[in-house]
């Protein structure tokens, strides 16, 4: 199988890769693809989720109330008897699979669990299709379709959503596959760091993060400035430069990953231009590490932001991309 994308597949990368939140200097051991579930002609990893959206997290802890109006998506039906309608919210996803049962659709909710709760290995799901016909997602007038029929969802198999009950914490995004229906999982990891934490500090009195920092995203110029200001108001910040391995021995890595806790995240859904600098989103033990471009005069030179432990920090990364720049 082919793993360069087609015309679709590079339209639905597009589209998933608008609403995802950029990843950190240095990604997590979990590839790309894995976390965010696109495509193995896209992401060229493992398809065990056909897809994953990230949506506007809501505050509600459950399904929303029967008859509200987010309680589930329009279902057109096409004259052909196909059904179709647009990716839910997660407070929609109960509602929808239910209103889908009602309608004849083999579709389930897989709970999602914290590591130490679920010991499903994942994967088995659909792949992508030779036939354009048969992807469960479908380009619509604006953007992009579930379309449910005997080809997208076949005999024997089942459509799935992965619904949190302790939303929004938790990984974001919307998670949905197709996979044989003996196969279908019990639960689903959830992989977000500080989860089991973050459920039990729900239980307890919220603790203030102190006081907290806001700046934008610096550009390669403003960095030095930025650093200083910074360091005087007691932050913990350090700069990693960006460099070929001829030069730099650290591969880099062990930057955090996606939080459970969307307080603890550095910067907001939807929002990488600001950083939140607060006890929650760099911890008393981590630094906030900015990387520096190899070559930051280069008209699309960015840098780059993350926390990682202060014990990990490295005065230079490996600069792995093709042209020896970001």
């Not at 990682?308 to 490295?314: A, F, G, H, L, Q």
Request: aromatic residues 6%; charged residues 25%.
């Amino acid at each position: 199988m082919s793993t360069r994308p087609s015309g679709f597949e590079e339209r639905l990368k597009a589209a998933l890769l608008a609403r995802l939140p950029e990843a950190a200097p240095a990604a997590p051991a979990r590839s790309f693809a894995r976390r965010y579930g696109i495509p193995l002609t896209v992401g060229v990893a493992t398809a065990s989720v056909v897809a994953v959206m990230a949506l506007p997290g809501s505050t509600r802890n459950g399904p929303p109330p029967p008859g509200s109006p987010s309680a589930t998506p329009e279902i057109r039906k096409d004259p052909d008897g196909s059904l179709r309608f647009k990716l839910p919210a997660h407070d929609q996803i109960p509602a929808l699979v239910e209103r889908l049962r009602e309608l004849g659709v083999p579709a389930v909710l897989v709970p999602k669990r914290p590591r130490s709760q679920c010991s499903e290995p994942g994967g088995g799901y659909r792949g992508p299709q030779a036939d354009p016909e048969a992807e469960i997602m479908q380009s619509g007038k604006d953007d992009f379709d579930f379309k449910i029929d005997a080809k997208t969802v076949p005999a024997g198999y089942t459509l799935t959503f992965d619904w949190a009950d302790y939303h929004p914490l938790g990984e974001q995004g919307t998670s949905f596959g197709v996979i044989e229906t003996s196969k279908v999982p019990s639960c689903s990891i959830d992989y977000s760091e500080g989860l089991e934490e973050a459920l039990k500090a729900r239980s307890e009195p919220s603790k203030d993060p102190g006081k907290t920092v806001e700046v934008a995203a610096p550009t390669p110029a403003e960095l030095p400035e930025l650093v200083q200001r910074l360091q005087a108001q007691g932050i913990s910040v350090a700069v990693t430069e960006k460099k070929p391995p001829s030069e730099c021995p650290h591969v880099g890595g062990g930057y955090r990953g996606p939080q459970a806790d969307p307080e603890a995240e550095l910067s907001r859904l939807g929002d990488r231009d600001t950083l939140k600098i607060n006890s929650k989103t760099v911890p008393p033990g981590y630094t906030l590490v900015f990387s520096k471009p190899a070559r930051p005069s280069s008209p699309n030179a960015r840098v780059g932001f993350g926390v990682k432990e202060t014990s990990k920090v490295t005065p230079c990364e490996i600069d792995f991309s093709p042209s020896g720049s970001d």
